[in-house]
């Protein structure tokens, strides 16, 4: 089966470009299908991640990321444009590869590819979640208000026309409403290693980008309230973002600099999993959050806001880990406090994560794949 993903680029070491890399990889040298990447802004950047020797990767050459920052003018004419463009070079590739399956990671091209008669199956795989539009909308004037409204009409037109529309979770998939083509199937995690946290080590983790959906500016006041009450424990937060040093500046007002330390991303993060007994999510939102997974892979229980969407569907409440009512800092310090002040419940509810986190392991994943892939082509 010849199966195709087209993507912006895959030089970011973001959690798209990972995903893609873990699944074209497991395709091609696990299941052996001929697996091509194209992508459209790739510019001879190498990918981020390493992929394997079996994929063709393919650019077209449009670089729509070369006009972002210009006068808008500019932007929309450059944008039409291109539009134009990539929809010509890409009907010509996919009738020149003739695949299977051709899996779009890009809501710009929807419009137009269910239209490209290449004799493939068209899949939109949607790696963020209906909710974050409406966060799009807060605060906005009512000519952007209307925008939105459009797009996202127009959105779900095109989308009702491709052959499967993909999402995360199933929390997402509820948002959409009754549409006929929707699947879910999650993002797996990246890794399940032989060796699991001993739950003894006093420290809490948290791993992400310091930006306002990541919610770490509601981190200071959580540990504010248990720090003096577990003097030994520490909070380490591993990450960069534009909002570091307003997180950094909120952790010396409160004086919790010995306790509540900020570090740089690090390459081995299973590592740093493994030395921590706890891990702690703020998110305001995400698509599906992997390094939840993977710190629940480590022996890790968790603490999550129920922030739309991913922690509803990968915490079993009370058993592997605790959900908390959006802003409630009260409830996250309670759920915490419990963690914290009982090894053994640590370790139980650490264990229960390990053990549940296997559905989301790339196996069981890739099988719900290779399933609906047959499904598809059986069907044409």
Not at 50 to 71: G, H, T
Request: net charge neutral.
């Amino acid at each position: 089966m010849k199966i195709v993903y087209i993507i912006h680029g895959t030089y970011h070491g973001a959690g798209m470009e990972r995903t893609l890399t873990l699944k074209a990889n497991y395709l091609a040298d696990k299941f052996g299908h001929d697996v091509v990447i194209i992508t459209t802004d790739q510019r001879k950047r190498p990918p981020y991640y390493p992929l394997s020797e079996k994929i063709q990767c393919i650019d077209l050459d449009i670089n729509f990321d070369l006009y972002y920052d210009k006068p808008l003018a500019v932007s929309v004419l450059s944008f039409l444009r291109k539009q134009s463009l990539i929809k010509k070079k890409l009907s010509t590739l996919l009738h020149a590869l003739n695949a299977d399956i051709v899996i779009s990671m890009m809501g710009r091209i929807i419009s137009f590819l269910p239209k490209i008669k290449d004799g493939s199956k068209k899949i939109y795989e949607y790696h963020f979640n209906k909710y974050v539009r409406s966060l799009m909308l807060e605060n906005a004037s009512w000519l952007k208000k209307t925008a939105y409204q459009w797009r996202a009409w127009y959105e779900l037109k095109n989308i009702k026309k491709m052959d499967a529309f993909v999402v995360l979770t199933h929390e997402d998939a509820a948002m959409w409403g009754n549409l006929k083509n929707i699947r879910v199937i999650s993002n797996a995690s990246s890794f399940f290693p032989k060796e699991s946290t001993d739950s003894t080590q006093k420290v809490v983790i948290s791993v992400g980008r310091f930006e306002h959906q990541k919610g770490y500016d509601r981190l200071v006041p959580v540990w504010q309230t248990i720090a003096d009450k577990f003097p030994d424990w520490q909070l380490i937060v591993i990450g960069s973002g534009s909002k570091r040093s307003e997180i950094q500046a909120q952790i010396k007002q409160a004086g919790l600099e010995d306790s509540l330390i900020l570090k740089d991303p690090v390459t081995d993060v299973e590592a740093e999993l493994l030395k921590a007994s706890i891990y702690l999510m703020t998110s305001r939102y995400e698509g599906f959050p992997m390094v939840l997974a993977e710190a629940m892979a480590c022996g890790l229980p968790v603490v999550s806001f129920r922030c739309p969407c991913g922690p509803s569907d990968i915490i079993d409440h009370g058993q592997d880990g605790f959900l908390v009512d959006d802003e409630d800092v009260s409830q996250m310090s309670n759920y915490l406090s419990m963690l914290m002040e009982d090894e053994a419940f640590r370790k139980e509810a650490g264990m229960a994560a390990r053990n549940n986190i296997q559905r989301y392991s790339q196996e069981a994943i890739m099988s719900l794949w290779k399933q609906l892939f047959n499904e598809l082509t059986k069907s044409a």
